[in-house]
């Protein structure tokens, strides 16, 4: 018979995975548990929704699961409410083959009301939300902490492997990739997803008083259009949701993957790499899932590939922001990048842009233009192009500060995947994080430099020029 409180297993990765957000009890003339779903946005293999639970059931609760879109939110515009949304549309479905009940916001002008979470968690005997370092999520569930009467826990489940594994600051690939191999196979454990016992009575749902957004029937397109938010970023062809990250998973595993390590160096080579890291950033497929179908279904060289990045890489950005408050300034890089700045803060840039030119691919370069557009047209950018677009800005600013400034406002402004510990971790990478000092150069200094001039040369280009900016293959020739 399954242990009513979850398996061993599940009690130990749950404790390592929880953390209380406040010192205060449960409330017990609560009438539900809460699960406010910010980051995880989905059913399966979700640690907090586990928690959520096996809590509701210890305490003979119902438990509501809640989600909502927020107008105020940092970059809330019509492409990721859109996606929010289409995904937030089939957990609505699945919940309700589930057993679960799950139910949806949008509050949709800045002077609508913004209690309606308040107003969840002052009946609640509990809330239980996402752990997530970046997004404004964490600073989100704090201040609901802070306000509510009862306790609040938040929950990882970004990792594989339970971020508090790692008790410090990991410093670079090398240290982390070890400590996260001897992990893996236990980390990859299933989740027992159960639904709870009791389900929510109807009249309860009902005495909350909720405007719930009824997904299965509104039309996506005029509710966004009624929100108070950026409607010039707009929705992209990308389809949020689990159905269109598993189609993603699949179609990869049985192509991509193949010859992964190689393929991914090629721009114009469209199914080298998952393009996954939408829906991972949005919680919206199991990172676990995605490393148990690569290992099933990838020969040793290409999974060892694949995991350097979805596992190795991933969870050190993970560790990153949430080891180190500094993730989003110039103070998280090493003494060595510092000097070097120092040393180079003065050299004369030989091309500088402003950030409108920037944002409208205005640059001389055509390489660095057509990363901008794929990023503004579709919200994703080729991994190659993305780390030459971050390193050309570099150059192209007067200062460094400036430079980390308007990248991570570009990326996080239009990149479906933006406001990631990815994002950070990823954008620090150009200016020396987790890197070692190369001879110095003008400008770069001891950074590792990159060169869109040389790219053509290392890199298939030629077919993404022609596909993301329309620009000619013979611009190549101006880089
Ligand atoms: C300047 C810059 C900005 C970046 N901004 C982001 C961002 O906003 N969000 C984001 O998710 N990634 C970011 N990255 C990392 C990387 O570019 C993307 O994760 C990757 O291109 C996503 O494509 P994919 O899903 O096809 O990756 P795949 O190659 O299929 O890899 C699978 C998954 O592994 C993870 N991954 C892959 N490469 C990296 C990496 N270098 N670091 C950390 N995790 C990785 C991602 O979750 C990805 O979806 C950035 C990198 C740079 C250089």
């Avoid at 609560?30 to 640690?47: A, C, H, I, K, P």
């Avoid at 306790?151 to 594994?165: H, K, M, T, Y």
Wanted: some cysteine; proline content about 5%; aromatic content about 8%.
């Amino acid at each position: 018979m399954k242990h009513p409180l979850g398996s061993p297993y599940v009690r130990d990765q749950l404790s390592l995975r929880a953390l209380p957000l406040n010192e205060k009890r449960l409330q017990p003339e609560g009438e539900f548990v809460l699960y406010w779903m910010q980051s995880t946005q989905r059913l399966e293999d979700n640690w907090a929704l586990r928690l959520a639970t096996i809590e509701a059931d210890r305490v003979g609760k119902p438990l509501l699961i809640h989600q909502g879109l927020e107008p105020s939110s940092t970059y809330a515009s019509a492409r990721f409410h859109t996606f929010v949304m289409q995904g937030a549309r089939e957990i609505a479905r699945r919940a309700d083959s589930l057993g679960l009940t799950y139910r949806f916001t949008v509050r949709r002008r800045l002077d609508d009301d913004a209690r309606v979470l308040d107003r969840l968690a002052s009946r609640a005997a509990l809330v239980v939300t996402d752990l997530f370092p970046t997004g404004g999520v964490s600073e989100r569930s704090q201040r609901l902490a802070d306000r509510v009467n009862c306790r609040v826990l938040a929950v990882d489940s970004v990792g594989v492997v339970p971020a508090a594994s790692f008790h410090k600051e990991e410093y670079a690939a090398r240290t982390i990739r070890p400590k996260l191999a001897k992990l893996l196979d236990l980390a990859l454990e299933p989740v027992d997803d159960r639904a709870p016992k009791r389900a929510m009575p109807a009249a309860l749902l009902a005495s909350l008083n909720v405007d719930w957004l009824d997904l299965a029937h509104c039309d996506i397109a005029a509710e966004v259009a009624r929100c108070e938010i950026d409607h010039e970023v707009g929705p992209v062809a990308a389809r949020g949701g689990l159905a269109p990250a598993r189609a993603r998973l699949h179609g990869f595993v049985e192509d991509g993957l193949r010859d992964y390590a190689e393929r991914r160096r090629h721009p114009s080579d469209d199914g080298g790499s998952s393009r996954l890291s939408p829906y991972l950033h949005n919680g919206m497929i199991s990172p676990m899932e995605v490393v148990s179908a690569v290992r099933r279904s990838a020969s040793a060289e290409q999974a060892e590939a694949f995991l350097n990045e979805m596992l190795t890489w991933r969870e050190l950005s993970l560790n990153f922001c949430l080891r180190n408050a500094g993730h989003g300034s110039l103070t998280a890089l090493p003494d060595w990048v510092h000097r070097s700045m120092r040393a180079h803060a003065d050299d004369e840039r030989e091309t500088t842009y402003t950030l409108e030119e920037l944002e409208d691919a205005a640059t001389h370069d055509p390489i660095w233009n057509a990363g901008q557009r794929e990023l503004v047209q579709t919200g994703q950018m080729h991994n190659v192009v993305r780390m030459l677009w971050g390193k050309s800005v570099i150059t192209w600013t007067e200062t460094y500060e400036q430079a980390l400034t308007w990248l991570l406002h570009l990326n996080n402004k239009y990149a479906l995947d933006g406001r990631d510990p990815n994002s950070f971790a990823g954008i620090q990478w150009c200016f020396g994080k987790f890197d070692r000092p190369f001879a110095s150069r003008p400008v770069w200094g001891t950074i590792r430099p990159m060169s869109l001039a040389r790219a053509h040369t290392k890199y298939d280009v030629a077919g993404y020029l022609g596909r993301w900016n329309g620009a000619k293959e013979g611009e190549l020739a101006l880089a």
